[in-house]
């Protein structure tokens, strides 16, 4: 229906919305332009401190749970996932006027919020433990997004939501290859 392609457009644009280059311009350092140039929350942290890092986590978050709930509460589970899915793509690779976008990660993360509220937590208590024993962001989030697949598999989603799972989760790692490399290195900056 029209309308489903409706929602799913604006899923996206809603993943567009530049929250780390708006909170850039608010404290006059963008991280769109500075440190890695990732419009994310952790080089927002490393750029301009704790408090615009948090701002920008809860913006990218919230695409994700209002892309997705916006599908879950006028569709169903899977349009739901798809919205999720589209917000993510406007996240990492957004339209229009704004640059290069960020990695997907805390948008994925809003999605799980909405759609498995169960699982959700326990892959944040995944990156968290993970961010603690390897004192990198980037190492925390792919740990938790590869993940994601299979504790929706163990809850009982559909198999084309845990198709999508999967996509989604490749299309996260591939975004992360700068800091896969990095680590590979052992030059990934520490982020505590």
């Known amino acids: 229906m029209a ?6 457009v604006a899923g996206y644009a809603l993943g567009s ?5 708006l909170v850039g311009g608010y404290t006059g350092k963008d991280p769109s332009k500075q440190g890695s140039n990732n419009p994310g929350a952790s080089n927002t942290y490393r750029v301009a401190g704790r408090w615009p890092a948090a701002w920008v986590l809860l913006g990218d978050v919230g695409k994700g749970v209002i892309a997705s709930g916006l599908g879950l509460v006028l569709g169903d589970h899977l349009l739901g996932v798809v919205c999720g899915t589209a917000a993510v793509v406007g996240h990492i690779l957004p339209l229009g006027r704004f640059r290069g976008g960020g990695k997907g990660v805390a948008t994925y993360g809003g999605i799980l919020l909405v759609l498995t509220p169960v699982v959700a937590p326990v892959l944040l208590g995944i990156w968290g433990v993970s961010l603690v024993m390897t004192k990198r962001a980037a190492a ?3 740990l938790a997004t590869i993940a994601v697949p299979i504790a929706v598999t163990v809850q009982g989603w559909p198999v084309s939501e845990v198709g999508m799972t999967i996509g989604l989760t490749v299309v996260v790692v591939v975004r992360h290859y700068e800091n896969i490399a990095r680590m590979w290195k052992r030059d990934e900056p520490a982020i505590m």
């Open 3 to 8: 309308w489903e392609w409706l929602l799913i």
């Open 17 to 21: 919305f530049p929250s780390a280059v």
């Open 140 to 142: 925390a989030s792919l």
